[in-house]
Antibody, heavy 121, light 108 residues
Framework: QVQLVQSGAEVKKPGASVKVSCKAS????????IHWVRQAPGQGLEWMGW????????NHAQKFQAWVTMTRDTSISTAYMELSSLRPDDTAVYYC??????????????WGQGTLVTVSS | EIVLTQSPATLSLSPGERATLSCGAS???????LAWYQEKPGLAPRLVIY???RRATGIPDRFSGSGSGTDFTLTISRLEPEDFAVYYC?????????FGGGTKVEIK
């Protein structure tokens, strides 16, 4: 079935980096944008950006432009999101999600299970 | 960026009752590019409505979306036990993608 499977939980120290993976299956990986969304504990959803798997072109929400890197490996149908210079307030569940229309301005019809990233000294 | 304001923050209702959730936008959302998601504890969000009025695959017809411009509504005609959750609206218009703060639908 169509699904996105993310990598497991991470615990990092402030200042470190983390790379979360998102493996797609059951559909053509290059046919749909992959978006990244985060949710801090007890908080709402925050869109971070998208990547076009076919070309590798990315678009970030302004807040995340300087310290979030999105990449992909089409040979294994996997997208990645790397956050650098982590701070304690980056502690959150990070989701990847598939855009349903392939335009970037779209709803998200398939979500990964989420990856908890904890930043603590 | 377009700011979405959801109301009420919490809705306390009984199974079988009607739920009406509101989402207001700070600017007009073009092409009714608004979605609603359902989130349950420990699970990823699930798409319920997209393009303001279209039900996502597998969503029962007790869920309906309406509205345009800056005012949108999600209605659950008769609440089932599995409908108690947090609901988020999201806009995906030309100024980027943003989410509302959520409405929690809880059992009264």
């Amino acid at each position: 079935q169509v699904q996105l499977v993310q990598s497991g939980a991470e615990v990092k120290k402030p200042g470190a980096s983390v790379k979360v993976s998102c493996k797609a299956s059951g559909y053509s990986f290059t046919g749909y944008y992959i978006h990244w969304v985060r949710q801090a504990p007890g908080q709402g959803l925050e869109w971070m950006g998208w990547i076009i798997p076919n070309s590798g072109v990315t678009n970030h929400a302004q807040k995340f432009q300087a310290w979030v890197t999105m990449t992909r490996d089409t040979s294994i149908s996997t997208a990645y999101m790397e956050l650098s210079s982590l701070r304690p307030d980056d502690t959150a569940v990070y989701y990847c999600a598939r855009g349903r229309e392939g335009s970037g301005l779209e709803a998200f019809d398939i979500w990964g299970q989420g990856t908890l990233v904890t930043v603590s000294s | 960026e377009i700011v979405l304001t959801q109301s009420p923050a919490t809705l306390s209702l009984s199974p079988g009752e009607r739920a009406t959730l509101s989402c207001g936008a700070s600017q007009i959302i073009g092409s009714s590019h608004l979605a609603w998601y359902q989130e349950k504890p420990g699970l990823a969000p699930r798409l319920v409505i997209y393009d303001a009025t279209r039900r996502a695959t597998g969503i029962p017809d007790r869920f309906s979306g309406s509205g345009s411009g800056t005012d949108f509504t999600l209605t659950i005609s008769r609440l089932e036990p599995e409908d108690f959750a947090v609901y988020y609206c999201q806009q995906y218009g030309k100024y980027g993608l943003t989410f509302g703060g959520g409405t929690k639908v809880e059992i009264k």
